[in-house]
C-alpha cells in the first residue's frame, strides 16, 4: 500500500508557510502522514535548509528523521541539536514524530521505511516532489551521517568502460552513526546491488557525473526491493553504512584490455573485487572509531552486493588481494554476514541448463578460457575460494525456491563448505517470491538477531 501525506490546511498560516519554503531556515510545511505502524497519522515537519545540499539532478539531498520512537536512544544530543546539524550540512530534514507509540520497534518500524522509500522514490513524499531519489536517508533520532567517504580509487583498466575513462575515480561509502553516543556500537555494511560509474557525454566531448554516487539508487535498491533492513539496523543497537559496489562499471558492459565487448557482463573480477572489499572494510573500522563505533563489523548483501559482500567472510590469505587501497595495517575481518543470493564460485556456472546464469557461463571462458584448463583461475575469482577454515565469518543465508536455480546451487554449496569448517551458518528459505528480500517482520527479526548476536549490539527496545 501506498503511503500518503494529508496536509493539514490553515488559511493564512498556509501561505505564511509558502513563503519561507523559499526563504530562510525554518519549519515550512506542517502535516500528518499516514503510517502503518501506527495505523493512525503521525505528525511531521518539513525544514529546509538556507543552502541545500542537491544531487546531480538538481533535487535536494533529504533527511528523513525518526523522533520519540520508544528505544533507549544511543545518541545523547538533543533531537533539535542533531536537526540543526543536518540542517547545517545543508540536508532537507523531514521529522516524523511517533510521539512513543509502543510498535513503532524494530522490526514492525521497518514497515514505514519501505513506505518511506517508495513515496521518497515515486516523487510524492509529503507533497515534496523534488527529493533526491538516490541521495536521501531515513536516520533514527540521536544519529548523523557521514556521507561520500573515499574508499578506494578505482582503476579504469580493469573495466575499461567507457573508452574516455582514463583517471580512475574514487569509491565512496555513506557511514550513518550515533552522534555523542552514550556507548560505543557495531555497524553494518553493504556494498549496493545499484552501480555507480562513469559516464561519457558526447554531445559535451566530457565525462559527466550523472551516475556517479548511486549506491542508494532507490528504485535500483531499497525501494525497488522493499529493502529495510540496512536503515532498520539502529533500532537493534546497530549503525550502518553503504559502500559503492566495486564493479565502477554499468552492470552489463566491461571487457579486459584487447578483448571482447561486455565480456564483464553481469560479474565482477577479482583481484579488483577482493581488494575493494578489504579496502572498505579497513576504511569502514578505521573512520568509524571516531564516530563511536565499535570496531565490530557485520556485512549484509544481496544479488551482486552478496558477490561483493561475501568477500569479506573468508580466513585464506591471497597476496595480490591484500594490502590495496587505503588504510593498510587496519584489520579487513568482519564478524559476521548475512547474504542473499549471489555468486560466490564460478567453477559451478555449468552445473544446470537453463538455470539462469546464461551470461556466465557464455562470457567467463571469453576472459578466463576454458574452465578445464584453467580451473583455479575460475575459483579464485569467487568468494568461495577464500573460505579456507574454521576462522571464516559465520553467515546467515537467505534465498527463495522459485529464484533462478543457480542461486540455489550457488547459496547452498557455500553454506556446506561452511558447515562442513564448523562455521556457524543459518538459512532462511521461501520467504517470498522470486528475486527478493526477506519483509516479513519473522523474518527480519531471525537476521537482526543472527548479526547482533555476533556483533554484540545492544537491545535497545524499553
Not at 140 to 152: A, S
Not at 423 to 439: A, E, F, N, R, W
Request: net charge negative; proline share 5%.
Amino acid at each position: 500500500m501506498k503511503l500518503f501525506c494529508n496536509f493539514l490546511k490553515v488559511g493564512l498560516i498556509n501561505l505564511s508557510i509558502s513563503l519561507v519554503l523559499f526563504g530562510c531556515t525554518s519549519n515550512a510545511i506542517t502535516g500528518q502522514w499516514d503510517s502503518v505502524v501506527v495505523q493512525h497519522p503521525i505528525n511531521y515537519s518539513v525544514t529546509d535548509p538556507e543552502a541545500p545540499l542537491k544531487d546531480y539532478n538538481g533535487e535536494v539531498m533529504t533527511v528523513v528523521y525518526l523522533e520519540n520512537l520508544p528505544l533507549k536512544k544511543v545518541g545523547q544530543n538533543s533531537v533539535k541539536e542533531d536537526v540543526n546539524w543536518l540542517l547545517a550540512q545543508g540536508y532537507r530534514v523531514v521529522e516524523f514524530d511517533y510521539n512513543g507509540v509502543e510498535n513503532a520497534i524494530s522490526p514492525i518500524i521497518n514497515k514505514d521505511i519501505i513506505a518511506i522509500n517508495d513515496s521518497l522514490a515515486s516523487g510524492t513524499f509529503c507533497g515534496l516532489d523534488d527529493c533526491s531519489r538516490y541521495r536521501s536517508y531515513i536516520l533514527f533520532e540521536g544519529y548523523r551521517i557521514k556521507r561520500d567517504v573515499p574508499y578506494f580509487k578505482d582503476n579504469p583498466m580493469v573495466y575499461n568502460w567507457p573508452k574516455e575513462y582514463t583517471e580512475g575515480d574514487s569509491l565512496y561509502m555513506d557511514i550513518i552513526y550515533p552522534a555523542n553516543p552514550i556507548h560505543d556500537v557495531p555497524v553494518v555494511l553493504s556494498f549496493s546491488y545499484s552501480n555507480s560509474y562513469a559516464t561519457y557525454d558526447s554531445d559535451k566531448n566530457q565525462l559527466i557525473d550523472l551516475n556517479k554516487n548511486q549506491r542508494l539508487n532507490l528504485g535500483n535498491t531499497l525501494a525497488g526491493f522493499n529493502d529495510s533492513f540496512l536503515e532498520g539496523a539502529p533500532a537493534n543497537g546497530i549503525s550502518w553504512a553503504i559502500a559503492d559496489h566495486p564493479k565502477y562499471c554499468s552492470w552489463g558492459k566491461g571487457k579486459p584490455v584487447d578483448g571482447p565487448n561486455d565480456a564483464y557482463k553481469s560479474y565482477q573480477v577479482n583481484p579488483d573485487a577482493a581488494q575493494k572489499v578489504k579496502s572498505a572494510i579497513r576504511t569502514l573500522r578505521k573512520e568509524g572509531h571516531q564516530l563511536g563505533l565499535s570496531g565490530k563489523i557485520g556485512v549484509f548483501g544481496f544479488s551482486r552486493g552478496s558477490d561483493a559482500g561475501s568477500m569479506a567472510i573468508g580466513d585464506k590469505v591471497v597476496p595480490e588481494f591484500e594490502n590495496a587501497g587505503f588504510n593498510k595495517g587496519v584489520s579487513d575481518e568482519v564478524q559476521v554476514a548475512v547474504l542473499g543470493p549471489g555468486v560466490f564460485n564460478f567453477t559451478r556456472v555449468y552445473q544446470g541448463a537453463d538455470d539462469g546464469d546464461k551470461n556466465l557461463e557464455g562470457r567467463c571462458p571469453w576472459v578466463w578460457g576454458e574452465l578445464k584448463d584453467n580451473y583455479e583461475l575460475w575459483e579464485k575469482m569467487g568468494s568461495s575460494y577464500l573460505v579456507e577454515s574454521s576462522l571464516s565469518s559465520p553467515v546467515l543465508f537467505f534465498y527463495n525456491s522459485d529464484d533462478s536455480p543457480y542461486y540455489h546451487d550457488q547459496v547452498m554449496h557455500l553454506k556446506e563448505k561452511l558447515d562442513s569448517l564448523g562455521v556457524k551458518t543459518s538459512l532462511i528459505k521461501d520467504y517470498g517470491k522470486g528475486h527478493s528480500i526477506p519483509q516479513k517482520s519473522e523474518d527480519l527479526r531471525v537476521m537482526y538477531q543472527f548479526m547482533s548476536s555476533h556483533l554484540d549490539a545492544s537491545q535497545i527496545n524499553k
